[in-house]
T-cell receptor, first 115, second 114 residues
Framework: KAGVTQTPRYLIKTRGQQVTLSCSPI?????VSWYQQTPGQGLQFLFE???????NKGNFPGRFSGRQFSNSRSEMNVSTLELGDSALYLC??????????????FGPGTRLTVL | AQSVAQPEDQVNVAEGNPLTVKCTYS??????LFWYVQYPNRGLQFLLK??????LVKGSYGFEAEFNKSQTSFHLKKPSALVSDSALYFC????????????FGAGTRLFVKA
């Protein structure tokens, strides 16, 4: 099976712009989670989707949003970009939400740089 | 709230020697613990997990981890380190309160010297 794919891999934006990142989960996986990774804050949970519904959300401002489509693909959007949004954004998929034992499989990430 | 701590920012070990990367956790209820590894400019790769059962969990690439309930620890180990094991290692706990998310430790950078 193909792994989790994320597009684009690299992105450069300027402050005030908005950006959309895409994630395609492993075939058959229905849960998609997003994380932000920065040197200062480490890995922080953004949100999790299952069957097109947001099931959980981390402590991020409303500028960060996401959605999931019927084929389980997910997008996240960041509006009004700030310098501090520069980070590696990681997407992870698992078989189903709510399964404590489920393993999350991560994509390679999208490196966002905000100038 | 669930949390994990990785007390060492960096671990240095010589190739061929055993390695240990430490992790302690704080959870309410049963712990669901994971180890991931990250290579430069890559996503996280799953190594192993503890859900229940045997306290010694074997994973990918020769890694294993020992679950110790009394010490609330889940240390990652490998009998003989390789230079290619040099990477960033994350311990994580599944947080089932209020939804479904994974809480990661700050990470430990492992350097294996030839």
């Amino acid at each position: 099976k193909a792994g989790v794919t994320q597009t684009p891999r690299y992105l450069i934006k300027t402050r005030g712009q908005q950006v959309t990142l895409s994630c395609s989960p492993i075939s058959g996986h229905r849960s998609v989670s997003w994380y932000q990774q920065t040197p200062g804050q480490g890995l922080q949970f953004l949100f999790e989707y299952f069957s097109e519904t947001q099931r959980n959300k981390g402590n991020f401002p409303g500028r960060f949003s996401g959605r999931q489509f019927s084929n389980s693909r997910s997008e996240m959007n960041v509006s009004t970009l700030e310098l501090g949004d520069s980070a590696l954004y990681l997407c992870a998929s698992s078989l189903e939400a709510g399964g404590a034992a489920d393993t999350q499989y991560f994509g390679p990430g999208t490196r966002l740089t905000v100038l | 709230a669930q949390s994990v701590a990785q007390p060492e920012d960096q671990v240095n070990v010589a190739e061929g020697n055993p390695l240990t990367v430490k992790c302690t956790y704080s959870v309410s209820g049963n712990p669901y613990l994971f180890w991931y590894v990250q290579y430069p400019n890559r996503g996280l790769q799953f190594l192993l997990k503890y859900i229940t059962g045997d306290n010694l969990v074997k994973g990918s690439y020769g890694f294993e981890a020992e679950f110790n309930k009394s010490q609330t620890s889940f240390h990652l180990k490998k009998p003989s380190a390789l230079v290619s094991d040099s990477a960033l290692y994350f311990c994580a706990v599944r947080d089932m309160t209020g939804g479904f998310k994974t809480i990661f430790g700050a990470g430990t950078r492992l350097f294996v010297k030839a």
